[in-house]
C-alpha cells in the first residue's frame, strides 16, 4: 500500500500563484502514473490533471491548460502542481492519487486510481 501526503495549499488573491507537491511512501512508484483531483464544496471530485511515470506524457482538463503544469521530481515518487494565474473558481480541496497498476498510460478517470492522500485546501480569493 502507498501513502500519499500532499503540502503547499493555501489562501492566495486571483492571479497569484501557489505549488502542491506529493510524496508517495511504501510501495515502488516505478510504473505508476500520478495524478491530481479536486472537490469543491457540493460538486464531485473532478480531474485536474495527471502525469506518467517517466514524466514524458501529461494530461489536463480544459479549464487548467495553459495555467497549471504537472510535474515529477527525479526520483519519481514526487509530483508536484504548479497552478499559476489561479481563478476563485480553482478554490477546492485537491487530492493527489497513484494510477491502480503500473504502465498503465496516463488516466483521467477517478476510478483508476487506488490510493488518495487526505487532501489540501486551495482558497483563491476575488
Known amino acids: 500500500q502507498v501513502q500519499l501526503v500532499e503540502s503547499g495549499g493555501g489562501l492566495v488573491q486571483a492571479g497569484g500563484s501557489l505549488r502542491l507537491s506529493c510524496a508517495a511512501s511504501?510501495?515502488?512508484?516505478?510504473?505508476?502514473?500520478m495524478g491530481w483531483f479536486r472537490q469543491a464544496p457540493g460538486k464531485e471530485r473532478e480531474f485536474v490533471a495527471a502525469?506518467?511515470?517517466?514524466?514524458?506524457?501529461?494530461l489536463y482538463t480544459d479549464s487548467v491548460k495553459g495555467r497549471f503544469t504537472i510535474s515529477r521530481g527525479n526520483a519519481k515518487n514526487t509530483v508536484y502542481l504548479q497552478m499559476n494565474s489561479l481563478k476563485p473558481e480553482d478554490t477546492a480541496v485537491y487530492y493527489c492519487?497513484?494510477?491502480?497498476?503500473?504502465?498503465?498510460?496516463?488516466?483521467?478517470?477517478?476510478?483508476?486510481?487506488?490510493?488518495w492522500g487526505q487532501g489540501t485546501q486551495v482558497t483563491v480569493s476575488s
Open positions: 492519487a497513484t494510477d491502480g497498476r503500473p504502465w498503465g498510460g496516463v488516466p483521467e478517470s477517478r476510478n483508476e486510481y487506488d490510493c
Open positions: 511504501g510501495r515502488t512508484s516505478i510504473g505508476y502514473a
Open positions: 502525469i506518467s511515470w517517466s514524466g514524458r506524457s501529461t
